[in-house]
């Protein structure tokens, strides 16, 4: 939003339910003072670990790197180049065994010299950018979570309203799929601070979230019974 970016991702992945396991789905490229970029990854895990394992390989490297990207489209064109050199190194492979090349990311933040942007990077290597007609992408489980973003979140929301949308948003999710779980993890930028120090893992305990959840839940429930009933006369075609 025009007030910075608002980043969320659950922690779960799952190859059937007896193999459910917890792995951050959240990196952050941080140079405080002059810029902050987030990385959000879903689909695959080895394909999508293999890629920021290469973006972190380039960087200790010191050659090209999303430290040293000059600008946001140029960072998410690199995510894009690593996804595709897995993809040639291992896509063959993963074909023989029936295994479709799922990955799909999220890059967002701010270079220093320009606003803040965010991108959907397929598994092909491509993306697109957000706008401010379009001001949010979601990867992974998303059908259950959207409704609340369509509905409540804009360009011009404020940035601890985006962050209280973003969770309802995650916990209808959590709701409705069991292949997405707690913890989670969150984090806000504000525009032009040029750090990542506000972040939370927030687990089942937290007192927040367990608060949200219930007082959501309630309060459809309490909008639900105060709708008007159906009136048969009024509704039947004429």
């Given at each position: 939003m025009d007030a910075g970016m608002v980043f969320l991702s659950d922690t779960r992945t799952n190859a059937g339910v007896d193999q459910i396991n917890t792995f951050r789905k959240m990196s952050v490229f941080e140079q405080p003072g002059e810029r902050v970029l987030v990385l959000l990854s879903a689909g695959n895990l080895a394909i999508t670990q293999a890629v920021v394992s290469l973006l972190y390989e380039r960087q200790a490297k010191e050659g090209d790197s999303l430290l040293k990207a000059p600008d946001m489209f140029e960072a998410a064109r690199h995510v894009g180049e690593c996804v595709r050199e897995v993809h040639r190194r291992d896509a063959e492979s993963l074909q023989a065994?029936?295994?479709?090349?799922?990955?799909?990311?999220?890059?967002?933040?701010?270079?220093?010299?320009?606003?803040?942007?965010?991108?959907?990077?397929?598994?092909?290597?491509?993306?697109?950018?957000?706008?401010?007609?379009?001001?949010?992408?979601?990867?992974?489980?998303?059908?259950?979570?959207?409704?609340?973003?369509?509905?409540?979140?804009?360009?011009?929301?404020?940035?601890?309203?985006?962050?209280?949308?973003?969770?309802?948003?995650?916990?209808?999710?959590?709701?409705?799929?069991?292949?997405?779980?707690?913890?989670?993890?969150?984090?806000?930028?504000?525009?032009?601070?040029?750090?990542g120090e506000r972040r939370l893992r927030i687990a089942a305990d937290n007192p927040y979230f367990k608060d949200l959840h219930e007082a959501w839940s309630e309060r459809i429930k309490h909008a639900f019974a105060e709708l008007p009933g159906l009136d048969w006369e009024q509704c039947s075609v004429k």
């Open positions: 065994f029936g295994i479709d090349f799922n990955a799909s990311f999220l890059l967002g933040g701010q270079i220093k010299g320009e606003s803040p942007r965010l991108f959907y990077i397929y598994a092909a290597g491509n993306f697109v950018e957000a706008t401010a007609d379009t001001p949010y992408f979601q990867i992974g489980e998303s059908k259950y979570g959207k409704p609340i973003l369509d509905r409540i979140f804009n360009w011009a929301s404020p940035l601890e309203e985006a962050a209280k949308c973003a969770l309802i948003s995650m916990d209808s999710t959590l709701k409705s799929n069991l292949s997405v779980g707690l913890p989670l993890d969150l984090m806000c930028y504000r525009r032009d601070s040029f750090t």
